[in-house]
């Protein structure tokens, strides 16, 4: 994966539950800190709180490499950004960073399509959804 820009980042709190038989992290447990980066993310580039049963974006596909074990007591956060957005879908990319270190522990690579929900199948990404997340980011994220 690419080194990007991250310019939101979620504090995450280990549960003793999130902990598995080794002591570390269970791998299930990264996708729900993955969720919950992207929610914060698409709340803040929207400005409001999103109400996901009418949210018109979906994930398509999901992929995660895990580095590093994460520990009980360890500082992590999620770091999320939009790294494209093409015609139908965007590829969010997000880190689980360990914050007294600044150490990737594990990435993620997440494909969103356009999604009509009365409809259920796929559509453009809606340009309020690009105008919103480019001037967030601060680039323009067309896929060239």
Known sequence: METPKFRHIVP??????????????NNSVYFSFYDLGKASYFETVKGKEID???ADIVIANIHADFFSPVFFKDTIAVQTTVA????KSMRV???????QTNEIKAECSTIMVGFDVKLST?????ENWRKCISQYEGRDLSRK
């Open 52 to 54: 996901w049963k009418d």
């Open 12 to 25: 995450l709190q280990i549960r003793f539950n999130d902990i598995d038989a080794l002591g570390h992290l």
């Open 84 to 87: 494209e957005i093409g015609n």
């Open 93 to 99: 990319l997000q880190q689980i960073i360990n914050t």
């Open 122 to 126: 796929a559509k453009e990404i809606s």
